[in-house]
């Protein structure tokens, strides 16, 4: 009888661990898409597109990289 009992504990935790497994791929993960990067027009540094500021054609990092390349 414990051998039995053995048996269905060592099922069920399979079964768990499966559940559990496939919880996790379910899950999306977390990731950043690749973004565009740009380069400021004043200080070549790359930035992703999103954080860019456009001005008459070209990028910037900042504010006041727009300002000192307009
Ligand atoms: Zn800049």
């Known amino acids: 009888m414990p051998k039995l009992l053995l048996f269905v504990l060592f099922v069920l935790g399979v079964v768990l661990w499966f559940k559990h497994q496939g919880r996790r791929d379910a899950s999306p ?3 950043r898409p690749v ?3 740009v380069r ?3 200080c070549r540094v790359n930035l992703p597109r999103s954080e860019a500021i456009l001005s008459q054609g070209k990028i910037y990092c900042c504010d ?3 300002r000192r390349g307009s």
Do not use: F, G
Request: charged share 50%; net charge negative.
């Open 40 to 42: 400021c027009a004043v």
């Open 29 to 31: 993960r977390v990731e």
């Open 64 to 66: 006041e990289h727009r």
């Open 35 to 37: 973004e565009d990067m």
